[in-house]
């Protein structure tokens, strides 16, 4: 079997168990059975399960919905975890935990040394192997959230299940047609993660719906390749760098293009640096990233003589550098989960890490509910509490739109709307004194914010809740926070295909003054410049459709008007994505950089559907490497900026 029939297979046996323990606490695929009539050692079990569903029906609306959901959560939540402790042992992070080998009698290494701890668990079923592995997850849960008890989707199935599972997780590594050497890839969680939606992505798109919030990582997911990744990162956080170290011998060991002769930017540490993905599925950026950012900390301890330990660089990056937000709680748990082993695999001994990369799938209640907490003891005026009222209905729907919501962009545009007034014809009706009050309510708005989160889960009295309220804050301080650069390989999702309530959002929030509402790839490039600050730079792939069509006009004219474009791969059609085929772009952007300064192009539409389009990788890194030595490449134009605003409409005709 190849590995996606691995994954489906997988995916099948812990569904079905599953399945099989919900209807022993008495969670029924209609309803719920009356918990008196469980065995009292289930009900507890039973009453925390309860306590998510009821927060999920809230979410999906109704009981065979939020059921559903659960189980997907739990589903993915133990492949997730097997995977992984897959990934740690063949990096010989630990002795092997679910590996069986003949040598310990069919047993892992960690079942046999357990069992030598606790020899009466060999009488136990199948020799105790679901409280050995509750007892492996504990301990990993020290350190990585993900295997704690806590975790409000740790749930284990029966031994027999567990068991079976446990082998056909062994069995991929053992296939010819999947290699030995699987579990070894930095790559591997996420191509799993890619296969395991495959199902869904199919039914999707064969049912024909319009594509809502919860479809939109089904209806264009794409796992962009570790080469393109490494070209974007080196050429917006690389390049950044180089402004503040010109000399660095980052230049030197990294093809980075326009790299500065001289200081651009004051440097500043780099602990201070931020780069954010707001569409960050599994992780592939940021995994990148933090191997590049380690390689930049090594250089400024080496070369700069950066107060920096070294054996803190994977805590520094993970805590400081790295962010990320995705409306897909799974796929989350693979970013952090990617970070935690590349973090382990440089420190064997570190701790308990701090992620900023936060799913947004948490679900808050009315306004009413909190309304309190922001109005007592206050003077808000009529303004500042529809103000209030609006951000929280936002956060509301986090689940829904993710890092779309513009939480901190909407106070802002409070406090420049008062300023513009105050600088108009009527300064007499909006005076200083109520600029400096809106200004004080700016500064501890958000603070109030996360107070009031904060609350609501402790009034709820749930464990469930409480993890859910951590993500909330962490999502509320990214999205508050300026960032150096942004990447993204954002959805591609057609305004043809949204569904009504995404259709509403976007076309409230992007519409106006530039219209990015065409194709959810054009509102993330929006979204991705006004997350960076006033001189940071944006790197994304997405396809190239916005190059040339009339309702993209407004995109290319934000582009060109308000970005420097640093570097543009035009790759066009191609396998670039594997099976799938795509029609893709890909680029740095720079903001508060001088527009004076030619944009750089790399051709290759021309091969498309020719012998040498499986020839187009080769040819766009043999292009990187002439245009840095100033090599001739027939694959190269470099134009003034300015020139692709002759022809009407702005077409990227280069």
């Known amino acids: ?74 589903t993915f939540t133990l492949f997730n975890r097997l995977a992984a402790v897959k990934v740690m042992e063949a990096a010989a992070l630990f002795p092997p935990v679910l590996t069986k080998q003949p040598e310990h009698g069919d047993r892992s290494f960690g079942h046999k040394a357990w069992l030598e701890m606790n020899p009466h668990m060999r009488s136990e079923e199948l020799e105790g192997i679901r409280e050995y592995l509750k007892s492996a997850f504990d301990e990993l849960g020290e350190t990585l959230p993900l295997y704690s008890k806590a975790y409000p989707y740790a749930l284990l199935p029966d031994a027999i299940s567990l068991n079976e599972i446990i082998d056909a997780f062994n069995a991929v590594e053992k296939d010819s047609q999947v290699g030995s050497d699987i579990w070894q890839s930095d790559d591997v969680l996420g191509w799993m993660y890619e296969s395991y939606n495959n199902v869904k992505k199919k039914a999707h798109k064969d049912s024909g719906d319009k594509t809502e919030y919860n479809k939109v990582s089904l209806q264009s997911q794409v796992y962009t390749p570790r080469w393109v990744v490494q070209f974007l990162v080196e050429n917006s956080l690389g390049k950044l760098y180089l402004e503040m170290h010109p000399d660095s011998e980052i230049k030197r060991r990294y093809k980075i293009a326009n790299a500065p002769q001289t200081q651009e930017r004051k440097p500043k540490p780099l602990h201070e640096v931020k780069a954010i993905d707001p569409a960050c ?26 107060d920096y330990n070294e054996n803190e660089i994977p805590k520094l990056i993970i805590e400081n550098n790295l962010h990320g937000i995705d ?76 890092s779309l919501i513009r939480l901190d962009e909407k106070v802002k545009a409070k406090l420049k709307m008062l300023e513009t007034k105050q600088s108009s014809a009527q300064p007499e009706l909006f ?13 501890t708005f958000f603070t109030n914010l996360k107070t009031a989160v904060e609350q609501y889960a402790q009034a709820q009295g749930s464990t469930f809740l409480t993890s859910k309220t951590r993500d909330a804050i962490t999502f509320l301080e990214l999205l508050t926070t300026e960032y150096d650069v ?110 004076s300064r030619d944009a750089w192009f790399v051709s290759l539409d021309q091969y498309t559907r020719t012998p040498n389009e499986k020839y187009k990788k080769d040819f766009c890194l043999q292009a990187l490497e002439d245009y840095i030595s100033d090599t001739e490449n027939e694959h190269n134009y470099s134009i003034p900026q300015a020139k692709l605003k002759i022809i009407k409409s702005w077409p990227f005709i280069y």
Request: with cysteine; glycine share 6%.
């Open 486 to 595: 942004a990447t993204a390989n954002p959805p591609y999702t057609d305004s043809a295909d949204f569904g009504p309530e995404l259709k509403e959002f976007i076309e409230d929030n992007y519409k106006k003054p530039y219209k990015f509402h065409t194709n959810l790839y054009a509102t993330f490039i929006k979204r991705c410049f006004e997350l960076c600050g006033k001189d940071g730079k944006v790197a994304m792939i997405h396809p190239r459709t916005f190059m040339f069509i009339k309702t993209f006009e407004d995109v290319r004219k934000f582009m060109i008007d308000k970005t420097h474009i640093n570097v543009f791969v035009d790759y066009s059609l191609s396998n670039l994505f594997g099976a799938i085929m795509v029609d893709p772009a890909f680029y740095v952007l720079e903001k508060g950089a001088s527009k």
């Open 327 to 402: 409306l897909d709680d799974r796929a989350v748990q693979l970013a952090q989960l990617g970070l935690f082993i590349k973090a382990k695999k440089k420190r064997r001994t570190i701790g308990e890490l701090a992620f900023n990369v936060v799913s947004s799938d948490f679900y808050l209640p009315e306004y009413e509910a909190v309304e309190h907490i922001f109005t007592e003891g206050t003077t808000l005026d009529k303004s500042q509490q529809e103000l209030i009222a609006e951000i929280w209905n936002d956060l509301q729907y986090a689940y829904k739109f993710g």
């Open 281 to 306: 599925g599994s992780g592939n950026f940021l995994l990148y990233a933090f191997d590049f950012f380690y390689e930049l900390y090594v250089d400024q301890i080496d070369n700069y003589g950066a």
């Open 1 to 74: 079997m190849k590995l996606p029939e691995h994954v489906d297979k997988l995916r099948d046996l812990i569904e079905a168990a599953f399945d099989k323990h919900f209807a022993r606490l008495g969670i029924g695929k209609a309803k719920l059975l009356e918990a008196n009539k469980l065995p009292a050692e289930v009900r507890e079990k039973r009453e925390r399960y309860e306590r998510i569903l009821e927060n999920h029906i809230g979410e999906t609306g109704d009981y065979e919905h939020a059921r559903e959901k659960l189980i997907d959560e739990l």
């Open 431 to 443: 005076t200083a004194m109520e600029i400096a009050a809106h200004k004080d309510f700016a500064a």
